[in-house]
């Protein structure tokens, strides 16, 4: 089961108990009394490994941060230190050993298709048509890779209640 740091409740982002209890988020709360919401929401999208609940989580690792500060309209610095702590702070807790086989295979998937989309084709005894020959016949080896971790941490974050049904993220 996954950890529940943050709610969703009424389609906003909302500290739950952990929030109240854990010094580093409780740091943001006292220390960012004006925009701990939106801290709490960047946090929330930065590192909830759940794709039910992150619209983010499929998105490139490397241009996420980006486009989440954009949405959440954020009025703060991702440098301050306490900011910075939170966020490591979350993302250890969210973390399994599948959570971490996800991420390295997903990463190794959107490093070889950017290659692939980004790279000319340069035939030649000097050229890289072997290169990409051989990248695009492991891509489906990966892909499969990509698939079963991401299947392992799905079966992993499943909670149930008596008779086999589902909770939902806010009521777990």
Do not use: W
């Not at 900011?83 to 250890?92: D, G, R």
């Not at 048509?129 to 299947?151: D, L, T």
């Amino acid at each position: 089961m996954i950890v529940r740091l943050f709610d969703v409740q009424n389609k906003t982002v909302v500290p739950t108990e952990h929030c109240y209890t854990l010094k580093t988020l409780k740091t943001i709360m006292d220390n960012y009394p004006d925009d701990y919401l939106s801290i709490y929401q960047y946090l929330f999208y930065m590192t909830c490994p759940n794709p039910d609940m992150n619209p983010f989580f499929h998105y490139p690792e490397i241009d996420k941060e980006d486009l989440i500060l954009e949405e959440v309209s954020a009025e703060f610095s991702t440098e301050d230190p306490e900011i910075i702590s939170a966020l490591a702070f979350c993302k250890k807790l969210y973390e399994t050993p599948t959570y971490r086989a996800y991420v390295g295979i997903k990463s190794m998937l959107d490093r070889l298709a950017k290659y692939m989309e980004v790279t000319a084709i340069e035939h030649g005894r000097d050229g890289n048509i072997n290169s990409m020959v051989n990248a695009a016949a492991k891509f489906e080896s990966i892909r499969q890779s990509y698939k079963g971790a991401f299947s392992d941490m799905k079966q992993e974050q499943e909670s149930s209640v008596r008779g086999g049904a589902g909770l939902a993220y806010d009521q777990m």
